[in-house]
């Protein structure tokens, strides 16, 4: 799992560099599905598959900041068909930014 983790995260990665921010979102959203019945994970779920990213991340060989974790973390956890939201929070001045995921809330 920490593997497939890793291959998420660089393909990430390289989206992000490659495509842009922009098109990494809709990458993303083209994952989900408005068909499909979601989940909600619990807590146990979650802590478990956040290790997995954490662990994945001190494999990759650069420094993974919150974006690239936070999505890695939602397009794993959408095909687990679990329900989530990537979240971006972002401060004009001085400019600040962060990432996250929310699941139930």
Not at 59 to 84: D, H, I, N
Request: charged letters at 20%; aromatic letters at 14%.
């Amino acid at each position: 799992q920490v593997l497939k983790a890793l291959y998420i995260l660089i393909k990430v990665h390289l989206y992000i560099k490659i495509r842009g921010f922009y098109y990494t979102i809709q990458w993303i959203k083209n994952h989900k599905s408005s068909e499909l019945n979601y989940i909600i994970p619990q807590d146990t779920e979650l802590k478990e598959l956040a290790d997995i990213v954490n662990k994945a991340c001190l494999l990759y060989p650069t420094r993974t900041k919150c974006l690239e974790w936070s999505m890695t973390f939602v397009l794993l956890a959408l095909k687990k068909q679990w329900k989530c939201n990537l979240e971006i929070g972002v401060q004009n001045y001085p400019f600040l930014a962060h990432a996250w995921v929310e699941c139930n809330n």
